[in-house]
């Protein structure tokens, strides 16, 4: 099981895509392209936001907002209600202070204005948080088991993705080290926790 190959297989083509293309008012190839390299971001963060005391009561409380269901589902229900509504707060928990840097890397890298990119991780952000509590099937999970699945989920998404390696370095300045240590390392340095 990889989040991250799951919910690009989902949302990163067909009638998905173009939901979400349209509701950022982005180029379809460019709106993929951030996904691809978003959708490792976004997990990676929360990797690193599980870590922390009381980082995984703050990942329960947004995954209780994400819905139990995936916006994939019905994701014009999605786009137009509340979940959707709840995408910008859930990426600025996340990055806190880096989210600017991070939509603007993207943005260099996909054409596609900052604030759309913005756009486009506030709509992962709540595809992420849903699958992860579908995946967890409401159960409680303690912090280290939390840490752990969402630490080998973002080492496995930065290694499928080499744009988002290349992000990750590019925003660190750090080589990713082989293992999930060196990608949560890079993370922590990059969310500055």
Known sequence: MDIVADLMKLSGTGDNLTLISKAVGGDANAVRSALGMGL????????????????????????????????????????????????????????????????????????????????????????????????????????AGLTGLLGEQSAAALAGSPDAAALMQQLTGAQPEAGSGGIAGMFKKMLGK
């Open 40 to 143: 490792p971001m976004i997990v990676g963060s929360m990797a690193t936001t599980a870590a922390k005391p009381d980082g995984a009561g703050v990942l329960t409380k947004m995954m209780a907002q994400a819905g139990g269901s995936s916006p994939l589902d019905n994701l014009s229900g999605f786009l137009g209600g509340s979940q959707a509504a709840a995408g910008p707060a859930m990426i600025s928990t996340l990055f806190g202070s880096q989210l600017a840097p991070v939509q603007n890397a993207i943005a260099q890298k996909t054409g596609l204005p900052p604030e759309t990119v913005g756009r486009v991780l506030a709509i992962a952000a709540p595809m992420v948080l849903a699958y992860l509590g579908k995946m967890m099937g409401g159960q409680k999970t303690d912090t």
